[in-house]
């Protein structure tokens, strides 16, 4: 008993690699969909910069598609070789770009690590210091993106000057933070007035 008509037939293996590849990018198009929910529902949740948010929906959609043209092609009878071959020369590529690029891509997980682990807030009084003797660099956190923080510096002339800390330093050095407004820097006295202070305890002539 025949289930299909005649001329139908000649056509079925096309018909059922058609509908292969609809099923494969259907399915890429729907994982990408929920995969860019859930990245949104926890930047949302967490405070991620949208910087940082944009980057891990471009790698995931990156990642996603690319394994699913992968598929495609090899349904489309693409030889296995040919595809191995492809993959690893574009996996060295960007291995080499990854350590190329090491700096910075530290950099951009340090901010997502800082927004995570709230190290370091917007409007955080801090001081990035060598160790917990000496003092170090000062002031109030107005920016962090994905490379740099920026802090407004504390300064006793009130220039008003900005520093920019790479993110990967808050990992690598001491941090100080006040609850409120810092104490003021001492300012080491200069010039012939500091010469002719007498030192303290001491007796004048």
Not at 132 to 141: C, E, K, S
Request: net charge positive; with cysteine; aromatic share 10%.
């Amino acid at each position: 008993m025949q289930m299909l008509p005649q001329w139908l037939y000649p056509w079925v293996s096309s018909i059922v690699l058609g509908a292969q590849i609809t099923l494969l990018i259907l399915g890429a198009w729907l994982l990408r969909a929920l995969f860019g929910r859930l990245v949104r529902r926890t930047s949302t949740r967490h405070g991620l910069p949208p910087e940082f948010t944009f980057v891990v929906l471009l790698a995931g959609k990156i990642v996603i598609y690319g394994a699913a043209m992968l598929l495609v092609l090899d349904r489309l009878g693409v030889s296995a070789t040919v595809l191995w071959t492809a993959f690893t020369g574009f996996a060295a590529v960007a291995a080499v770009a990854f350590f190329a690029a090491w700096s910075v891509l530290s950099n951009i997980f340090c901010s997502f690590l800082i927004f995570v682990t709230g190290i370091v807030r917007l409007h955080d009084h801090i001081e990035v210091v060598e160790n917990g003797q000496t003092a170090g660099l000062r002031g109030q956190v107005i920016d962090i993106n994905l490379i740099y923080t920026t802090v407004q510096e504390h300064s006793a002339d009130g220039s008003g000057s900005t520093l920019k800390f790479p993110n990967s330093m808050f990992f690598q050095r001491i941090t100080r933070t006040w609850p409120g407004e810092p104490p003021a820097p001492v300012v080491a006295p200069t010039g012939a007035g500091a010469a002719s202070q007498p030192p303290s305890g001491g007796a004048t002539p």
